[in-house]
């Protein structure tokens, strides 16, 4: 059974630092994908990573994917409040069985202090 | 340029109540999902769909039903609606790979 882990869960940060969220997953797969959800409202897509090393980057946030070490980090340049919200991980290990059904971690709420 | 449209956006039920949450999708994803979101828990696949027709359990499918006569609609059905099935629930859909959400739904069974 695929598991997927973030931490930390709760992220409390002040306006203008750096911080990283990680994502660790239990099963072999290079289709991660990073999700923002703000209170009461529906998931939105961040990033989408198809392959080992892939980076993008929007804004002040930048996502990665290692998945030798089933490992994907999101990382926060210079905090500004805007980015308060919660950020979901999913992990999909394609078709052949799974259907691309998605198993997300618990997310990650990040709060941006000024 | 609607997406993934759920209804309704809010409801409240009797505990023993049915309902139906009525999913449709005009990008002509052939993959379509419905989870659950509790607080603090992430969200869980309740119940999803390969296509016209085609339907399979996900993670927590107790109390649900769900049915795929179109490529656009995907209606989750509650029978006998519990305390447990307070949540948010959320459709969405895809062609293999990224998923595009619906706005939820937000029910509570008093």
């Known amino acids: 059974e695929l598991k997927v882990e973030q931490n930390p869960l709760f992220l409390s940060m002040q306006e203008g630092k750096n911080y990283t969220i990680y994502c660790n997953y239990s099963?072999?797969?290079?289709?991660l994908y990073w999700y923002r959800q703000d209170p009461g409202k529906s998931l939105e897509s961040l990033f989408v990573l198809l392959s080992n090393g892939a980076v993008k980057q929007e804004g002040r946030l930048m996502a990665s994917l290692d998945t030798k070490a089933r490992l994907s980090t999101l990382h926060i340049t210079a905090a500004v409040h805007d980015l308060s919200a919660t950020y979901f991980c999913?992990?999909?290990?394609?078709?052949?069985?799974?259907?691309?059904?998605?198993?997300f971690g618990k997310g990650t709420l990040l709060t941006v202090n000024p | 340029n609607a997406g993934v449209t759920q209804t309704p956006k809010f409801r409240i039920l009797k505990i023993g109540q049915s309902m139906t949450l009525q999913c449709t999708q005009d990008?002509?994803?052939?993959?379509m999902y419905w989870y659950r979101q509790d607080p603090g828990m992430g969200l869980k696949l309740i119940y999803y769909s390969v296509g016209a027709g085609i339907t399979d359990k996900g993670e927590v499918p107790n109390g649900y039903n769900v049915s795929r006569s179109t490529t656009e609609d995907f209606p989750l059905r509650l029978e006998l609606a519990a305390p447990s099935q307070t949540s948010v629930y959320f459709c969405a859909s895809s062609l293999g790979g990224l998923q595009y959400f619906g706005a939820g739904t937000r029910l509570s069974v008093l």
């Open positions: 099963t072999t797969s290079d289709r």
């Open positions: 999913a992990v999909d290990i394609g078709s052949g069985g799974s259907n691309y059904k998605l198993t």
């Open positions: 990008m002509n994803h052939n993959y």
